[in-house]
């Protein structure tokens, strides 16, 4: 019951709960300190270009035409144009991930973006798809970390 009650608290405080980058450790940290980071990183410049939404709609109806394009010029499947259009994208999410095996007390962020439900997500999933059969056959591919 106790461990309910801490839960609870912990949800009405002004805490972030995130895993860690390494070693499946939990890190609860400030909100300020959280959203600080990742000010940081998003206000570097040699790192992230800001956008307007008129952009994102270009990136949007480019990726949309090529899709298009392909499908009335027989290059794909009507099936395979219907799985890759994405009709009601959304804005991929950049969050960050605390790297504590650099600093426990203020960690760096790994910058993640989440492309879920973004215009190139089936996109991505079906080259994964296709490309992961050559990988195979490549000198230098490793499945997993205890395959190195």
Request: hydrophobic residues 40%; contains cysteine; glycine residues 4%.
């Amino acid at each position: 019951m106790e461990e309910k009650q801490d839960l609870y608290e912990l949800e009405k405080s002004n805490d972030i709960i995130k895993e860690a980058d390494k070693g499946g450790a939990i890190m609860i940290m400030k909100k300020i300190d959280y959203h600080s980071s990742m000010l940081d990183i998003v206000n570097d410049i040699s790192a992230f270009t800001e956008i307007s939404c008129i952009q994102v709609d270009e990136i949007i109806n480019k990726t949309n035409t090529l899709l298009y394009d392909l499908q009335v010029m027989n290059d794909t499947s009507l099936e395979l144009f219907m799985y890759l259009t994405v009709f009601h994208p959304t804005i991929p999410i950049l969050y960050g991930i605390p790297k504590i095996q650099k600093s426990i007390h203020r960690p760096p962020m790994r910058p993640t973006a989440s492309g879920r439900g973004w215009i190139t997500e089936a996109i991505s999933a079906y080259l994964q798809c296709q490309l992961s059969k050559y990988l195979k056959h490549v000198k230098s591919y490793i499945k997993d970390t205890a395959d190195f």
